[in-house]
């Protein structure tokens, strides 16, 4: 692809990765690729915002060459130290050997203990800003958005923010903005994202984006690092991110399983048809085929979660032990939750699940269910009401 001009002199040299299927040691699914963008702004000065991941470093670079020499370069902003955004730089270096690097002192850090670079490097901090002609670059530090070293960019002359990996989403497509996309499409990447990515950190991104709108600095188009720019309503991913801080969610039920020989599974249909009964809106999932990360973007949006396993070795089978594993790293908060499961000898399943979900920070709705071997008609009965019964809990 050709670099794309998103602004009068403002251009996209990024790479798109189509066969993406995995990121952040496989713990997310990208079944619909990623793209790594970078930005690069033409004035008196040149600066480059963001780089790419190492192995598309000669498409950026050779972007960047259709436009300015490389050595014109006068920076180089680094948002981020994350080698999806900055394993580029050290083959960029070699050809702009002038040019400084710009970030936090944790981002000069980071990169240092990367890639072992001995560049001129400036530290900048908030309301810290650089001037390249016509246009100004002012910087807002976002620590654990979602790294230490973060940072966004912000040009006030074009009212645009480039904020790295804040509001993007996993999504290749020959497209470069919001308004040629499918939006639901759109929206359920960015959810997935933030799920999967982000959820931990919402009281953080919360204050930050009451910080940024505070400044009460204008933005017309907002350009991260991963996915599509927002240029028709940049609103949407900002009141959306907005919603996911403030914990926001609906009457809806989750449920997750991993069934041995199929008992399990009977109890946790029978549970979601007394969810559904009462007139809430349920999912229901077997981890062992479904996408974790697909799970993850649903929890994300649901006030209640059931769990569910047989026992095997008087605990919990691995792949739901894996799951919950995740689960308690992104500390869900406000949501109510309950175990289930089957088992056979001795029953440790339940208990184990529901030690995890004290952990991950959930309120216990209800004492777990369980029963022994294959639940007969009466116990499927008591399924059916457990679910109608956590139903009228949320």
Same mark, same amino acid.
């Given at each position: 692809?050709?670099?794309?001009?998103?602004?009068?002199?403002?251009?996209?040299?990024?790479?798109?990765?189509?066969?993406?299927?995995?990121?952040?040691?496989?713990?997310?699914?990208?079944? !619909?690729?990623?793209?790594?963008?970078?930005?690069?702004?033409?004035?008196?000065?040149?600066?480059?915002?963001?780089?790419?991941?190492?192995?598309?470093?000669?498409?950026?670079?050779?972007?960047? !060459?259709?436009?300015?020499?490389?050595?014109?370069?006068?920076?180089?902003?680094?948002?981020?130290?994350?080698?999806?955004?900055?394993?580029?730089?050290?083959?960029?270096?070699?050809?702009?050997?002038?040019?400084?690097?710009?970030?936090?002192?944790?981002?000069?850090?980071?990169?240092?203990?990367?890639?072992?670079?001995?560049?001129?490097?400036?530290?900048?901090?908030?309301?810290?800003? +650089?001037?390249?002609?016509?246009?100004?670059?002012?910087?807002?530090?976002?620590?654990?958005?979602?790294?230490?070293?973060?940072?966004?960019?912000?040009?006030?002359?074009?009212?645009?923010?480039?904020?790295?990996?804040?509001?993007?989403?996993?999504?290749?497509?020959?497209?470069?903005?919001?308004?040629?996309?499918?939006?639901?499409?759109?929206?359920?990447?960015?959810?997935?994202?933030?799920?999967?990515?982000?959820?931990?950190?919402?009281?953080?991104?919360?204050?930050?984006?009451?910080?940024?709108?505070?400044?009460? +600095?204008?933005?017309?188009?907002?350009?991260?690092?991963?996915?599509?720019?927002? !240029?028709?309503?940049?609103?949407?991913?900002?009141?959306?991110?907005?919603?996911?801080?403030?914990?926001?969610?609906?009457?809806?039920?989750?449920?997750?399983?991993?069934?041995?020989?199929?008992?399990?599974?009977?109890?946790?249909?029978?549970?979601?048809?007394?969810?559904?009964?009462?007139?809430?809106?349920?999912?229901?999932?077997?981890?062992?085929?479904?996408?974790?990360?697909?799970?993850?973007?649903?929890?994300?949006?649901?006030?209640?979660?059931?769990?569910?396993?047989?026992?095997?070795?008087?605990?919990?089978?691995?792949?739901?032990?894996?799951?919950?594993?995740?689960?308690?790293?992104?500390?869900?908060?406000?949501?109510?939750?309950?175990?289930?499961?089957?088992?056979?000898?001795?029953?440790?399943?339940?208990?184990?699940?529901?030690?995890?979900?004290?952990?991950?920070?959930?309120?216990?709705?209800?004492?777990?269910?369980?029963?022994?071997?294959?639940?007969?008609?009466?116990?499927?009965?008591?399924?059916?009401?457990?679910?109608?019964?956590?139903?009228?809990?949320?």
């Amino acid at each position: 692809m050709k670099p794309f001009e998103i602004k009068k002199g403002i251009y996209w040299v990024g790479a798109v990765d189509w066969n993406a299927r995995s990121f952040h040691g496989h713990t997310y699914t990208t079944q !619909r690729g990623t793209t790594y963008n970078a930005y690069l702004i033409v004035d008196e000065k040149i600066a480059l915002v963001d780089t790419v991941y190492g192995p598309f470093a000669n498409e950026m670079i050779e972007k960047i !060459r259709d436009i300015v020499p490389l050595e014109k370069i006068d920076y180089v902003i680094a948002n981020h130290v994350e080698t999806d955004h900055s394993g580029a730089l050290p083959e960029l270096m070699k050809l702009c050997p002038k040019a400084k690097v710009v970030g936090t002192a944790k981002c000069k850090e980071g990169l240092y203990k990367h890639y072992y670079g001995n560049w001129d490097f400036q530290v900048v901090k908030t309301g810290d800003s +650089i001037k390249l002609g016509k246009r100004t670059l002012s910087f807002v530090e976002a620590p654990m958005i979602h790294w230490p070293d973060s940072m966004f960019t912000y040009c006030p002359e074009e009212k645009l923010l480039l904020p790295n990996d804040a509001f993007g989403q996993h999504y290749a497509t020959s497209e470069r903005f919001d308004d040629g996309v499918d939006q639901s499409v759109l929206m359920d990447e960015a959810t997935k994202y933030y799920a999967n990515i982000l959820w931990p950190l919402g009281s953080m991104i919360l204050r930050k984006l009451e910080e940024v709108m505070k400044m009460g +600095i204008p933005i017309d188009m907002i350009a991260p690092s991963h996915g599509i720019i927002w !240029r028709k309503d940049p609103m949407k991913i900002v009141n959306a991110y907005l919603s996911w801080a403030k914990n926001e969610h609906a009457k809806k039920v989750v449920i997750i399983y991993e069934t041995m020989w199929g008992a399990t599974a009977k109890m946790a249909r029978a549970i979601a048809e007394g969810i559904t009964d009462s007139g809430v809106s349920v999912k229901l999932f077997d981890i062992n085929q479904s996408d974790k990360t697909e799970v993850i973007s649903q929890m994300l949006g649901a006030r209640g979660y059931l769990i569910g396993s047989s026992t095997h070795d008087n605990c919990m089978l691995p792949s739901i032990a894996g799951f919950l594993e995740l689960l308690k790293g992104l500390k869900p908060k406000g949501r109510s939750a309950a175990a289930f499961g089957s088992y056979g000898w001795a029953g440790g399943a339940v208990n184990s699940i529901e030690d995890i979900l004290k952990v991950a920070g959930l309120s216990i709705a209800l004492a777990p269910i369980s029963f022994k071997y294959v639940p007969d008609q009466n116990e499927m009965k008591k399924c059916y009401d457990y679910g109608k019964e956590f139903a009228a809990k949320l």
